[in-house]
């Protein structure tokens, strides 16, 4: 697939089929994203990849929080219920995959760390497409921190950075609208 193609193919997706990828689709999806850029060349990304049980617990962890923020069963909108159903299974996906880096108490470092996995993060997310699958990038489940690190079990010296579910699309949604380039560029000394 063309680059630019995948990025302006690449969808959110919230419903996947069950069928599991394959690891070796997976390990090249997670090959692609080690070729990101990254702050000092540290290459300071972490890969958690997740099926089974723990994949489950990961999806209960945030089905909780998002329940927590709702009304009462019985008093939710149905799309509320739809997107509560979404938390609870992260759509059905088979697999998913959190982004780690280390923690840094200095905030420039951190923000460096952050945004190298940022970008590994998103040459994930378009390899993934590559290869017919889809993706979310997900940091709602980070509300609920406390429980997804002891269900992954995931060290203090971790910081985690985003999440996504993994798999095929059992949906194509239509592209958001974007911003007019005037919107969100300024041209200095052009």
């Known amino acids: 697939m063309d680059l630019y ?32 850029p990254s702050g000092l060349n540290w ?10 049980p723990k994949k489950d617990a990961l999806a209960a962890s945030y089905g909780r929080i998002v329940e927590f923020g709702m009304p009462p069963a019985g008093q939710r909108t149905p799309q509320q219920e739809d997107f509560l159903r979404w938390a ?7 697999v998913a995959v959190v982004a ?12 460096m760390n952050l945004e190298s996995v940022a970008a590994a993060f998103t040459i994930l ?6 290869e017919g699958l889809g ?7 980070l509300n609920n921190e406390t429980e997804l690190r ?7 010296d971790k910081e985690i950075v985003a999440v996504t ?9 239509e592209p958001a609208p974007r911003k007019a380039l005037d919107e969100v560029v300024t041209w200095i000394g052009f």
């Open 5 to 36: 193609a995948a990025i302006k193919g690449r969808r959110s997706i919230r419903r996947y089929k069950p069928d599991m990828v394959p690891k070796e689709v997976i390990t090249r999806i997670l090959e692609m994203a080690t070729w990101a």
């Open 165 to 173: 579910p993994l798999g095929y699309p059992a949906e194509s949604p």
């Open 150 to 156: 002891k269900v992954l079990e995931i060290s203090a």
């Open 43 to 52: 290459q300071q990304w972490e890969f958690l990849v997740i099926t089974g």
């Open 88 to 94: 609870r299974t992260l759509g059905g996906a088979p």
């Open 100 to 111: 780690l880096t280390r923690a840094h108490g200095q905030p420039g470092t951190r923000k």
């Open 125 to 130: 997310l378009l390899a993934a497409a590559n």
């Open 135 to 141: 993706t979310c990038w997900m940091t709602g489940p």
